[in-house]
């Protein structure tokens, strides 16, 4: 029995292939007695062999399958994985499309399907009293307020709602009254913004993580504080 010149075998657990050399330069040399182990690597010597080659054995890395395997990287919102400059080590980002942060940033996109509009009152709305000097409350005066501050309020507070989806959507009514759900609001203490933690005391400014909160206050103060009539 003999190994042919390239041919590759396993011993002990490591691997070796058969190449055209002489004794002193086998792996089985000095480390192994060579004579127990004949019948695993068969004949080295050329006077022995059929080729007439005199051979060595030399040990070689292990042979490795490395299976295809897929995972999930996560994506913040309005951005995407840059395939070119991104290796396994390091995921690099780009914008999807423009990100929206702020009441402008929705300015000439399309409005969702399931947007309602108030048929002809929408021109009503947030109009208040001291600016078009009614005296006389009628049937229309229900679309307006009282001063401006409460005017302000409104027209803030519907922006607040256009801008909702784009911070992880609004807390359901379900997830309401789960408790166990965490729910991170904007609220005013005096003349402060706040952060505040609630279960299931509703708050219009409620976000599902702190990170959407922090960002949505971030982006839009001045709208916040004009919701919450604040000066």
């Given at each position: 029995m003999e190994k042919k010149v390239g041919e590759e075998f396993e011993y002990n657990h490591k691997t070796f292939k058969t190449e055209i050399g002489f004794c002193n330069e086998c792996a089985f040399?000095?480390?192994?007695?060579c004579e127990k182990i004949i019948k695993v690597r068969g004949k080295c010597s050329g006077a022995e062999r059929n080729d007439?080659?005199?051979?060595?054995?030399?040990?070689?890395?292990h042979k490795k399958d490395y299976e295809r395997k897929s995972f999930q990287v996560p994506v913040p919102e309005g951005w995407k994985i840059d395939k070119e400059k991104s290796t396994l080590e390091n995921i690099v980002y780009k914008r999807k499309t423009r990100l929206i942060e702020?009441?402008?940033?929705?300015i000439g996109k399309e409005k969702p399907k399931t947007q309602v509009w108030v048929e002809t009152y929408t021109s009503f709305i947030c109009r208040a009293i001291e600016d078009i000097g009614k005296t006389v409350i009628k049937d229309s005066s229900r679309f307006e307020f009282i001063d401006r501050k409460h005017a302000k309020s409104?027209?803030?507070?519907?922006?607040?709602?256009?801008?909702?989806?784009?911070?992880g959507g609004v807390i359901t009514d379900e997830e309401w009254k789960n408790p166990n759900i965490g729910k991170y609001a904007i609220d005013r203490y005096g003349e402060?913004?706040?952060k505040d933690k609630l279960k299931t005391r509703f708050e219009f400014l409620a976000f599902h993580t702190i990170e959407q909160r922090d960002s949505f206050l971030k982006c839009n103060e001045r709208?916040?504080?004009?919701?919450?009539?604040?000066?």
């Open positions: 040399h000095e480390n192994m007695k007439k080659n005199s051979v060595k054995f030399t040990e070689i890395e702020k009441w402008e940033d929705l409104a027209l803030a507070m519907a922006q607040i709602s256009q801008l909702m989806p784009f911070y402060k913004l706040c709208l916040i504080k004009d919701y919450k009539m604040m000066e």
